[in-house]
């Protein structure tokens, strides 16, 4: 059984949105105190996008900051990043993954665990 699943990714033309959804309540609360997205692009390295913590403290990647947004509902259940104004560089494969630590920005997709990905192509 999948603990993360990934949701909502798609094509849009530059400028356009898209909103990802991850449900993670098959994977133990304990197991996701900090949660987000990292994303690969074809012969790229893995880079963070955003993540949150218990707390609901937040940070992201430098070029997506003030058009993404992640967020969690009330359960913590369901993880979302909400992107706009997206860039053809933004086209990439999007992870959701989870850890147990507090701030898991800098260590998503290399520690803790991660779903299956969704793509995400974003046309000129």
């Known amino acids: 059984q999948e603990q993360l699943v990934e949701s909502g990714g798609g094509s849009v033309q530059a400028g356009g949105s898209l909103r990802l959804s991850c449900v993670a309540a098959?994977?133990?609360?304990?197991?996701?105190?900090?949660m987000g997205w990292f994303r690969q692009a074809p012969g790229k390295g893995r880079e963070g996008v955003a993540a949150?913590?218990?707390?609901?403290?937040?940070r992201y990647r430098d070029s997506v900051k003030g058009r993404f947004t992640i967020s969690q509902d009330n359960t913590r259940d369901n993880l979302y990043l909400q992107m706009n104004s997206l860039k053809p560089e933004d086209t990439a494969m999007y992870y959701c993954a989870a850890d147990t630590t507090n701030d898991c920005y800098s260590t998503l997709g290399a520690l803790g665990y991660w779903g299956q990905g969704t793509q995400d192509t974003v046309s000129s």
């Open positions: 098959s994977l133990h609360v304990d197991y996701r105190n900090c």
């Open positions: 949150i913590g218990k707390d609901g403290s937040t």
